[in-house]
């Protein structure tokens, strides 16, 4: 197993500057370090340009983490801005998508294309058939820290987790049952892989598992004394295009959220191999049908003549 970037600490990052919001400001800077280039790459490829979500009610946010130049991981999350309400789709990294202008090819591989996260962001609108507004994306450099500042996460391990790789230096062994893990093992314990039957899902649902016990963690009152230590923390290894008033509003927005509004979802689908390549092939009926359960979960509804993609987007 490959040194992996872990998207799954950055799904409730904002929820940290809502302690401090006045004073947050140096550290939201630097969410956005890149902007320049996303903005060039934006000014180039017009038609990769992010709709600008002030004007939506739901507004959609690319969490990416990113492996050798590729995207390891990427979980798309929904968020109702008036009722509070968020569904996350946890994407295959393997999954079989159409780039534009580069054709067939697995989603994780959009954004090491020389158009990088507005064509990942692009690529993976296409495939819900949503605008995605936000991306925030992981580097996995200070995720331990992170973990550690915060005292660790408390998670119920449903099986005992085992992988020696000397050749990475790499080793898991993480036993079964309820405890709380520390960086390494927490990052550890979304990293692996190897030993569940249905290999990327079974990461995914011990990702969504460990989401909800971060989330549950880091909005403890408990964690006050701590913001400006995680906030810099994170300010280190996290980029988004969102401005830092943007970054604000919507850490105002989370701080009550509730975890039971949080609602996990996987795209459907299946691992087949195709010209002996390996990919994750969505099924695209049960694609329609997951996004109508998301949108009645969020509270979207249609009006006589108007559609549905006006109103819920």
Do not use: W
């Not at 906030?231 to 970054?247: D, F, G, P, W």
């Amino acid at each position: 197993m490959k040194k992996r970037y872990v998207l799954i600490f950055l799904i409730s990052f904002i929820a940290f500057t809502f302690i401090i919001v006045s004073g947050a400001y140096y550290y939201l800077g630097k969410f956005n370090s890149d902007k320049e280039l996303f903005d060039e790459i934006v000014r180039i490829n017009p038609e990769l340009k992010p709709p600008d979500a002030e004007n939506y009610n739901i507004v959609n946010v690319l969490f990416m983490g990113i492996d050798e130049a590729r995207s390891d991981s990427m979980i798309l999350a929904r968020y109702n801005k008036e009722d509070d309400i968020v569904a996350m789709i946890s994407i295959p990294r393997d999954t079989r998508v159409e780039i534009a202008n580069y054709g067939y090819d697995k989603i994780n591989s959009a954004v090491a294309r020389k158009e990088g996260i507005p064509l990942a962001m692009d690529t993976v609108s296409k495939l819900l058939d949503i605008p995605v507004h936000y991306y925030v994306e992981l580097d996995f450099k200070g995720m331990e820290k992170i973990i550690d500042i915060v005292g660790g996460v408390e998670l119920d391990v449903p099986q005992d987790m085992y992988y020696p790789d000397p050749t990475q230096n790499l080793y898991i062994n993480i036993k079964k049952g309820k405890q709380i893990l520390d960086g390494k093992n927490s990052v550890d314990f979304v990293r692996y892989r190897s030993g569940y039957p249905d290999q990327d899902l079974g990461r995914i649902r011990a990702q969504q598992n460990f989401i909800k016990a971060f989330i549950k963690k880091i909005t403890s009152p408990k964690i006050l004394p701590k913001a400006f230590n995680v906030l810099s923390a994170i300010s280190q290894c996290v980029r988004t295009n969102m401005e830092e008033k943007e970054i604000a509003y919507y850490s105002i927005k989370l701080k009550d959220l509730n975890s039971d509004n949080i609602k996990m979802y996987t795209l459907p689908g299946e691992a087949l191999y195709i010209n002996r390549i390996s990919y994750y092939v969505y099924d695209e009926q049960k694609l329609r049908e997951m996004n109508n359960e998301i949108e009645e979960e969020l509270g979207i509804q249609k009006s006589a003549g108007e559609s549905l993609q006006n109103i819920a987007n």
